[in-house]
């Protein structure tokens, strides 16, 4: 072979390999494309089968809503806001919410759910690539054949409000929420209606005030406008569902996203409770007002030290027109003498005051007298549920020492007696870890 045919032959070889480059680069770029987008439906999967086995019980079979909101809207997966919704909810399965029961998933915070899992779960979310949402629905069904989906009571009933005093994962625990004193009077701009319409969205009411007149009927309008389930209940002094004077419970039933529900009921009792959303009670409150005929809640108004302030108050009955609460003083003192190291000890009428925060009692240790009669009153300040339970020891008369239950801002007063000397272990049910003391009998 001449010289020139050589030089000829490899400059169309040049060529061929040239050609046989782009050639490749362009069917590459889809190549790589098309096997990112299978993987990413392979992650979805798997996030698919961990929702149907942990998430579907809150958040519906496919993502669709039930007690939580909706997981499968198209605003979670918008890829403008890919990123800012990965980092939010990356941070809200692993923490939880902070005054809702959904709970703290990562391991790191005492959930079950490692790191690589909570990132198939939230590619689900932010993607639903391979049609991830339809993959949940199938699970789920196969879940639900093993272990079926329980009612929305049972959920909420072993579920526990997430409570804290400061961030987590970037969200500010509520502002501990004040009750309101019965001073008598409506608060100002507040009307008494015998029909009222509440507006419920995720998570928060229309209207947080609301007076109607007592022994005539009222209703009560549901409106959910929001994804997850909500209703209207109101409390008692007890903090259980208050009852009308038929003796059935003031409350509407749990009203899927959508549709609304109604209560009609005849209080005659007048004062102020206290309504919630059952779903969500840390967030989602207010204040009923039911007066006399003059106009009066039958309250007294407070002593001079207790001087409470009123802020405006507005809410149109039947139109779900926004109301706001008005403020009220501080709570009495602790009646025992406090000592530095967190001590109570019981004077005068042999009470005291504990108070309970997210997650701690103002003292860890109470001393008492053996033999005489001790009435102890619990005051939950924080946003958590919390009690006072002691252990390892009951009343003379046989009885458990400990109180319910306490909603936010609710107070129970106990009286026990104790007549063995001894020190006996006392804890908040929901953080027997963090929230605990002693009761000194001496």
């Known amino acids: 072979m001449n010289t020139q045919k050589q030089i000829t032959l490899l400059v169309a070889l040049v060529f061929v390999l040239l050609g046989g480059c782009a050639a490749y680069t362009v069917y590459d770029q889809p190549r790589e494309e098309k096997s990112l987008t299978s993987q990413q439906g392979l992650v979805a999967e798997r996030g698919a089968r961990l929702f149907a086995r942990y998430c579907r019980q809150c958040h519906g079979n496919a993502g669709e809503g039930r007690i939580g909101p ?118 100002t701009d507040l009307k008494v209606a015998d029909k009222w319409t509440e507006t419920t969205t995720d998570n928060k009411f229309s209207v947080t005030a609301m007076a109607i007149q007592g022994g005539t009927a009222a209703t009560i309008t549901v409106d959910n406008k929001g994804a997850a389930i909500h209703n209207w209940q109101a409390l008692g002094p007890d903090g259980k569902v208050l009852k009308d004077d038929a003796g059935k419970d003031i409350g509407t039933a749990l009203t899927d996203a959508g549709k609304t529900s109604t209560v009609t009921f005849t209080l005659s009792k007048t004062g102020v409770y206290k309504f919630q959303c059952q779903v969500h009670p840390a967030e989602m409150v207010g204040q009923l007002y039911v007066v006399d005929a003059t106009g009066s809640t039958g309250g007294v108004p407070p002593a001079v030290t207790a001087s409470p302030g009123s802020a405006a108050v507005s809410g149109t009955p039947s139109t779900g027109a926004a109301a706001t609460v008005p403020t009220q003083a501080a709570r009495p003192e602790n009646s025992g003498a406090a000592t530095a190291a967190g001590t109570v000890t019981g004077a005068g009428a042999n009470t005291t005051t504990l108070t309970t925060t997210d997650n701690k009692f103002s003292q860890t240790k109470l001393t008492v007298a053996a033999g005489k009669p001790f009435q102890l009153t619990v005051t939950n300040k924080g946003s958590a549920l919390h009690n006072f339970h002691v252990l390892n020891g009951k009343d003379d008369n046989g009885s458990e020492i400990k109180t319910d239950l306490l909603a936010a801002g609710k107070s129970a007063a106990i009286t026990f007696t104790i007549s063995k000397k001894g020190t006996y272990n006392f804890q908040c049910d929901v953080h027997p870890t963090e929230m605990k003391g002693t009761v000194v009998v001496q």
């Open 70 to 187: 909706a997981l499968s809207r198209a605003e979670l997966q918008d890829p403008a806001k890919l990123t800012e919704n990965q980092i939010w909810i990356t941070d809200t399965i692993s923490c939880g919410r902070i005054g809702k029961i959904m709970p703290p998933w990562a391991i790191r915070e005492g959930g079950a759910l490692n790191d690589e899992q909570i990132h198939d779960l939230v590619t689900l979310i932010t993607t639903n690539a391979g049609d991830g949402w339809a993959k949940a629905g199938d699970f789920s069904a196969e879940e639900n054949k093993v272990a079926p989906v329980a009612s929305v009571d049972d959920v909420i009933k072993a579920g526990a409000i997430t409570g804290a005093s400061q961030r987590v994962c970037g969200q500010l625990a509520p502002a501990t929420e004040t009750p309101v004193v019965d001073t008598g009077t409506l608060p």
